[in-house]
């Protein structure tokens, strides 16, 4: 069982938002090899810990507290399930929504894309992390070559056929994502009063974004011009408009920095540095932002490289869940 990470080209902080994203699954991801045992038992195997027992109270960390969530759902016995992976953690990347996704899947869980997302972004409820569906639909559901542009509102998902020379580069900043989840969930605080007191995201426009209080007002801009960025995006992919497509990138990044505040002062000169590289059309935070990766759009003869950042360049791959039925 494999289920990839995923990236994120654009709409960032727009999932829990109704609004628009267009992601896709990479090649890089979770493994899962299940073994059966004879007595009834269920183990994980996580590289570089002790085995666990699933099920059984107070898993020692997040990774383990994590299965159990999972195995809670779909219990099964007499299984080891030996995990490996080669994504980076703590990116950005998508590592706990791929490794939740292939646990789901190595336990048996079966169903639509929708459904499995809402089971594993429950699963990381559970747990504490209240994030939206964006790495879920993406890392199940992510389809070779393109990108998969998801609509929250009425979690619609399309596909985006992207042009063959548009390369993609994500570069971890280094920076540790201490403050990820507490910003992470005061944004989205912050976002549901937007909604109490405009309605809901349709309601809300540009002329409408005076009546918020100064606080929240940048955040709801953020929400509203990045929706318009996704839209943009979607047409230069389909006129294969690369030069355009890098501005939108840079356009995001100033978003997520000004009226998100969601990047840090190391990423925002990391970003600079990389929007300028040779063969660079455009880079930006990705992600929920406060550290982890940047991703890149950029010619495909070049190579994004910057001493110190570990980077990959990432394609378009299938998700967890058409790898499972291919
Ligand atoms: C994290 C969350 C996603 C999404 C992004 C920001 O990756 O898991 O649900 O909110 O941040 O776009």
Do not use: K
């Amino acid at each position: 069982m494999f289920v990839p990470g995923r990236v994120n080209i654009i709409g960032e902080h727009t999932d829990y938002n109704d609004g628009l994203s267009l992601a896709f699954a990479v090649e890089r991801g979770v493994r899962i090899e299940v073994r059966t045992r004879s007595d009834g038992a269920t183990w994980l195997h996580l590289e570089n810990q002790q085995p666990h027992e699933m099920g059984t109270a107070h898993a020692p960390n997040l990774s383990l507290a994590m299965a159990d969530a999972v195995w809670r759902r779909y219990p099964r016995s007499g299984i080891d399930l030996e995990v490996t992976s080669d994504l980076p953690d703590s990116a950005g990347l998508s590592s706990s929504a791929a490794y939740l996704g292939a646990l789901s899947l190595a336990c048996g869980a079966r169903g639509s894309l929708l459904d499995l997302a809402r089971v594993i972004q429950a699963c990381e409820a559970d747990v504490g992390s209240n994030v939206g569906l964006l790495d879920q639909i993406a890392t199940l559901g992510g389809e070779r070559s393109s990108a998969l542009l998801i609509d929250f509102s009425q979690n619609q998902i399309g596909s985006v056929p992207l042009p063959a020379h548009w390369a993609f580069t994500v570069m971890h900043s280094e920076v540790s994502r201490v403050l990820a989840e507490s910003g992470y969930s005061q944004r989205r605080r912050e976002c549901l009063e937007i909604t109490q007191i405009a309605g809901s995201w349709a309601d809300l426009t540009d002329d409408l974004l005076v009546g918020l209080p100064d606080s929240l007002r940048p955040r709801a801009r953020h929400v509203l011009s990045e929706n318009r960025r996704v839209t943009e995006m979607v047409d230069c992919a389909n006129r294969d408009d690369i030069e355009r497509a890098g501005q939108l990138l840079n356009e995001s990044h100033a978003s997520l920095r000004d009226d998100f505040a969601v990047s840090t002062p190391e990423v925002d000169q990391l970003v600079a540095r990389v929007q300028v590289l040779h063969g660079v059309h455009g880079a930006r935070m990705m992600g929920g932002g406060f550290g982890g990766c940047l991703i890149a759009l950029h010619e495909p003869d070049v190579s994004v490289v910057l001493e110190g950042h570990r980077s990959w360049t990432v394609h378009p791959s299938d998700g967890g869940l058409r790898r499972l039925i291919r």
